[in-house]
């Protein structure tokens, strides 16, 4: 049995939300009934944008992600929540309140709303992630697509689908979201001088089209285990190249001691040779 979160009674003038709200110690992280078809994907696919969103432009403290965590957006029924994918937060310490590891993000309790979200599209979620389905009654929660656009008013909101590799991504314009065009395949966010595209690569040993993260001009934004991979990579090369070095200088030496010798048979001394030129 479950109890109901305690709020503190309204003072005069109002206390702050961020005081009379539940925190995301009293709301839910998780629901068992919640829609979608939990699989490999998506834990993979969230994980490799977790792992590649590196806004250049920002502090690297003050950048957070997550995936699949309850995220609460309404003043007026602090119970609502939405579970992303994955979403990206700029200006916002990693560890709540700069000590604790975060069970949901509350938005009232937040310095910022999320930044960019990403939905990945399953037969349970498709409805619900595109804003097809609409809710009339005033007690029902609205849909991802109204929350994300119209309540927290997230920037970028991008939805990929790994059925059909379709890539759909949206940009709030004047208070309402308007469909993104690719720039050389990738879905350009100047704000975090980043971009986001399809990729065809190897991640976790599975070789896919996988959503990542690049930078605006299309570099990789690396994994820490492909930059360790390209470092020692990177190694290995200078390995080579410096013991190609010394057998080409071993190699010269043995020339210049093999003709040394030959001018001696001729009855030429190399050494006044030197000091001739």
Same mark, same amino acid.
């Given at each position: 049995?479950?109890?109901?979160?305690?709020?503190?009674?309204?003072?005069?003038?109002?206390?702050?939300?961020?005081?009379?709200?539940?925190?995301?110690? $009293?709301?839910?992280?998780?629901?068992?009934?919640?829609?979608?078809?939990?699989?490999?994907?998506?834990?993979?696919?969230?994980?490799?944008?977790?792992?590649?969103?590196?806004?250049?432009?920002?502090?690297?403290?003050?950048?957070?992600?997550?995936? $699949?965590?309850?995220?609460?957006?309404?003043?007026?029924?602090?119970?609502?929540?939405?579970?992303?994918?994955?979403?990206?937060?700029?200006?916002?310490?990693?560890?709540?309140?700069?000590?604790?590891?975060?069970?949901?993000?509350?938005?009232?309790?937040?310095?910022?709303?999320?930044?960019?979200?990403?939905?990945?599209?399953?037969?349970?979620?498709?409805?619900? $992630?595109?804003?097809?389905?609409?809710?009339?009654?005033? $007690?029902?929660?609205?849909?991802?697509?109204?929350?994300?656009?119209?309540?927290?008013?997230?920037?970028?909101?991008?939805?990929?689908?790994?059925?059909?590799?379709?890539?759909?991504?949206?940009?709030?314009?004047?208070?309402?979201?308007?469909?993104?065009?690719?720039?050389?395949?990738?879905?350009?966010?100047?704000?975090?001088?980043?971009?986001?595209?399809?990729?065809?690569?190897?991640?976790?040993?599975?070789?896919?089209?996988?959503?990542?993260?690049?930078?605006?001009?299309?570099?990789?934004?690396?994994?820490?285990?492909?930059?360790?991979?390209?470092?020692?990579?990177?190694?290995?090369?200078?390995?080579?190249?410096?013991?190609?070095?010394?057998?080409?200088?071993?190699?010269?030496?043995?020339?210049?001691?093999?003709?040394?010798?030959?001018?001696?048979?001729?009855?030429?001394?190399?050494?006044?040779?030197?000091?001739?030129?």
């Amino acid at each position: 049995m479950t109890s109901s979160p305690h709020y503190i009674p309204q003072s005069d003038p109002p206390l702050p939300p961020w005081e009379t709200l539940p925190t995301m110690y $009293d709301l839910p992280s998780n629901n068992p009934e919640e829609p979608g078809l939990p699989d490999d994907f998506h834990f993979l696919q969230p994980l490799l944008l977790y792992l590649t969103f590196q806004p250049i432009n920002w502090n690297p403290e003050l950048v957070y992600s997550a995936a $699949d965590l309850n995220l609460y957006y309404d003043l007026q029924h602090p119970l609502w929540y939405k579970r992303p994918d994955w979403f990206g937060v700029v200006g916002v310490e990693k560890l709540y309140k700069g000590q604790d590891l975060r069970l949901s993000y509350v938005t009232w309790q937040e310095p910022a709303n999320p930044f960019v979200v990403v939905e990945l599209l399953s037969p349970g979620t498709e409805d619900e $992630d595109l804003g097809t389905r609409r809710e009339s009654a005033a $007690d029902k929660p609205p849909n991802k697509w109204e929350v994300y656009e119209r309540i927290l008013r997230i920037p970028y909101y991008v939805v990929f689908s790994r059925y059909t590799n379709e890539l759909r991504a949206f940009q709030l314009v004047g208070g309402h979201y308007e469909a993104m065009n690719l720039t050389e395949g990738r879905l350009l966010m100047p704000e975090i001088d980043l971009s986001l595209g399809l990729w065809q690569g190897s991640f976790r040993d599975i070789e896919r089209l996988w959503l990542r993260w690049f930078t605006l001009t299309g570099e990789l934004i690396p994994a820490p285990t492909e930059e360790a991979a390209a470092a020692t990579q990177r190694a290995i090369i200078a390995e080579q190249e410096a013991t190609e070095a010394k057998q080409e200088a071993a190699q010269a030496k043995r020339k210049a001691e093999q003709l040394a010798e030959r001018l001696r048979q001729l009855g030429v001394n190399p050494d006044e040779l030197d000091e001739l030129l």
